[in-house]
Antibody, heavy 116, light 111 residues
Framework: QLQLLESGPGLVKPSETLSLTCTVSGGSVNSGSYQWGWIRQSPGKGLEWIGS?????TTDYNPSLKSRVTIFADTTQISLKVHSVTAADTGVYYC??????????WGQGTLVGVSS | NFMLTQPHSVSESPGKTVTISCTRS????????VQWYQQRPGSAPTTVIY?????PSGVPDRFSGSIDTSSNSASLTISGLKTEDEADYYCQSYDSTIPYVFGSGTKVTVL
């Protein structure tokens, strides 16, 4: 069974870079069965798709975040970087296994706060 | 881009039926599949309906999904309501610009 586990610092300073890692077990990042992505949940904004990584190496990003976000992966991990963070980037960040139409698997989520 | 609008909250007594709507602001609701996710407090979401009306294995048949093109909306119906159904529910669909668009979420309270 596919399991996703996010890790990273729980607190980031404004203007710095938020870096998170998702470790995949029970499946391969290189498998064509899934795309891999990041979704966040902010207190005032609900669920928001951040971006996706396809096993071919291509990426897609939410236009509202595209200029600040990078997603990349190796065989067992999917990584997220959000640059120049502000308080609006505070929230729970989920790693996800994505189908063409929706979310098949969710990580447990990791809470990230942005504060000096 | 389009938005998916849900009621903020619904409440009903155990054993009753609740229906949650999800209205698409632009584009045809029937053109792209709708998924529904349940999120209990402190937990990640889980899928209760995918591809408009399909239930993943393990989801009870008390949960059903439908599409209404006349109102350009999708609905999640929970029948025989149980206290364990108390949670937030989110719809989700997609288009060619943003592949994963989530609704605003509905809090279901079992009285």
């Amino acid at each position: 069974q596919l399991q996703l586990l996010e890790s990273g610092p729980g607190l980031v300073k404004p203007s710095e870079t938020l870096s998170l890692t998702c470790t995949v077990s029970g499946g391969s990042v290189n498998s064509g069965s899934y795309q891999w992505g990041w979704i966040r949940q902010s207190p005032g904004k609900g669920l928001e798709w951040i971006g996706s990584f396809h096993h071919s190496g291509t990426t897609d990003y939410n236009p509202s975040l595209k200029s600040r976000v990078t997603i990349f992966a190796d065989t067992t991990q999917i990584s997220l970087k959000v640059h120049s963070v502000t308080a609006a980037d505070t929230g729970v960040y989920y790693c996800a296994g994505l189908s063409l139409v929706g979310v098949d698997s969710w990580g447990q989520g990791t809470l990230v706060g942005v504060s000096s | 881009n389009f938005m998916l609008t849900q009621p903020h909250s619904v409440s009903e007594s155990p054993g009753k039926t609740v229906t949650i709507s999800c209205t698409r602001s632009s584009g045809n609701i029937a053109s792209n599949y709708v998924q529904w996710y349940q999120q209990r407090p402190g937990s990640a979401p889980t899928t209760v309906i995918y591809e408009d009306n399909q239930r993943p294995s393990g989801v009870p048949d008390r949960f059903s999904g439908s599409i209404d093109t006349s109102s350009n909306s999708a609905s999640l119906t929970i029948s025989g309501l149980k206290t364990e159904d108390e949670a937030d529910y989110y719809c989700q669909s997609y288009d060619s610009t943003i592949p994963y668009v989530f609704g605003s979420g509905t809090k279901v309270t079992v009285l």
